[in-house]
């Protein structure tokens, strides 16, 4: 049976592949440097953006990209408010405290960071002046840990909280991809992330290719440090083409106007959406309402294993009752018949 561990686990989409083995043979300038690759990658970003003054680079992974953003916000004294179970706070071995900076949680346990819950860790924060770390930044993930999508109404209060107190926004985009394919993005663009965000990334690795993230950097006062930041922190490629060849096909239109990027992000979507329903049609109890790639389930630990020995799925945690909140994630490789599959396995459970 195919997995539905991660939407990683793949290698990448054949177009993204066809156009490596296309250019292999090229030489150019390394570090994404002023090769034809990732400048044209740089101009379709920017044109998807609606942007022509934001610059973009380019970082290896996820957390690279986190490290960059988030410090790259930061003074000394200064930390970041996330939700208690931001990327950056739980899933990322302390890499910001590792570069002397302070996570500073709240309390919101919907994966959606709130503008009561972040108030509420800024006024503890200021309260006692210089004695304690300042917030400086918002992170939020696009989707969330927990399979949420942020709507436009709700992603605007925040950035509205924030600009109120002059606090940065960075948009940790790993799954930018399904978010900005689902019908919960409740007019939420990539254009308005780009205008509201300081900076944010377009998540590679997790939607097709075989690594690599787009770092869109709006505020200017950030453009520069973030440059020196990548190879700071280890996150600059000698061979950077390969981001650039592959950014360059994911956000190239066909004549439809699409994007490869965007259509592997709705497959992945919509086979998430057939495993929901599925599951749901044959009375396993669903844990909230993820209209992403990201499915949760609350099952009982025999079925939990089971499905966990079988489809690779990862339980999460262990509540109270003795049930397990258990993740099922779809990716630009799986196909209808996968979740067919996985759907007559559970018919058994």
């Not at 200064?78 to 071995?93: F, L, P, S």
């Not at 210089?130 to 930044?137: I, K, N, V």
């Not at 948009?171 to 930018?176: F, I, N, V």
Request: charged residues 25%; proline residues 3%.
């Amino acid at each position: 049976m195919r997995m539905f561990r991660n939407d990683y686990s793949e290698g990448a989409a054949p177009e993204i592949l066809e156009a490596l083995v296309a250019t292999n043979a090229e030489q150019h300038v390394g570090y994404t440097e002023g090769d034809p690759h990732c400048e044209r990658a740089r101009a379709l970003i920017r044109a998807a953006c609606g942007r022509e003054d934001v610059d973009v680079e380019f970082c290896v992974g996820g957390t690279s990209a986190n490290i960059v953003g988030v410090t790259g916000m930061l003074r000394d004294w200064e930390g970041v408010i996330c939700t208690r179970d931001g990327h950056i706070n739980v899933h990322e071995t302390g890499a910001i405290a590792a570069c002397g900076r302070t996570v500073l949680a709240t309390r919101d346990a919907d994966g959606f960071l709130s503008p009561e819950e972040a108030e509420r860790v800024w006024t503890f924060q200021t309260g006692t002046g210089r004695h304690m770390t300042r917030p400086a930044a918002v992170y939020i993930s696009n989707t969330t840990e927990l399979g949420g999508v942020w709507g436009k109404e709700r992603f605007d209060a925040l950035c509205d909280w924030a600009e109120r107190r002059g606090l940065k926004v960075f948009l940790d985009g790993a799954r930018l991809g399904s978010a900005l394919t689902s019908p919960a993005r409740d007019g939420l663009t990539l254009e308005h992330i780009a205008r509201r965000t300081s900076a944010f990334y377009i998540g590679g690795t997790k939607n097709g290719l075989l690594f690599g993230e787009a770092m869109v950097i709006s505020d200017p006062g950030l453009k520069e440090s973030f440059g020196y930041l990548i190879k700071e922190r280890g996150g600059l490629m000698a061979k950077g083409r390969l981001l650039g060849v592959q950014f360059a096909r994911a956000f190239e239109r066909d004549g439809a106007g699409d994007a490869l990027y965007w259509r592997l992000a709705r497959n992945a979507n919509e086979c998430a959406f057939k495993l929901r329903e599925g599951l749901v049609a044959l009375d396993f109890e669903p844990a909230g309402d993820a209209p992403s790639n990201q499915q949760f389930f609350l099952l009982d630990p025999e079925i939990a294993a089971a499905f966990a020995e079988t489809a690779g799925c990862e339980i999460f945690e262990t509540l109270p009752d003795g049930r397990q909140l258990t993740r099922f994630v779809c990716s630009w490789a799986t196909k209808p018949e996968d979740v067919d599959e996985l759907l007559a396995f559970a018919r058994t459970l």
